[in-house]
């Protein structure tokens, strides 16, 4: 029961973060209204493939998911991120490239400093 708890309690949050209607958030997860209804009442029983599956669309791991296990300065960076990727999803298809491509570099630099020190 605390799996369904601590779900239902991720879940809730990241609804409410958000703002979507039940409807638009059951829509944006894949499932049915009634399913979400289930799962942010704590009283659904998914099994593994559907956790995976909730987990990749919120954004999150699934260990994440199930355990509830986030500090408030994490959830606030999620947030933000998720803010940062919905901004960036409406951009037009040449300024989404072109941060695609500064991301990347990015990353690259990241990473060569991780070998060199």
Not at 36 to 51: F, I, K, R
Not at 64 to 90: N, P, R, W
Request: hydrophobic share 40%; aromatic share 6%.
């Amino acid at each position: 029961m605390e799996l369904q708890q601590n779900m239902a309690s991720v879940m809730r949050t990241l609804k409410e973060k958000s703002g979507k209607s039940m409807t638009e958030f059951s829509k944006e997860l894949e499932i049915s209204r009634s399913a979400l209804q289930e799962y942010l009442s704590g009283n659904g029983n998914p099994n593994m493939t559907t956790v995976e599956h909730l987990a990749n669309k919120l954004g999150v791991t699934p260990s994440l998911l199930v355990s509830g296990c986030f500090a408030d300065e994490q959830l606030e960076v999620l947030m933000k991120l998720l803010d940062v990727l919905g901004i960036i999803s409406e951009l037009d298809y040449d300024k989404r490239i072109k941060f695609s491509q500064l991301l990347l570099d990015m990353v690259l630099l990241w990473n060569e400093g991780d070998s060199n020190g």
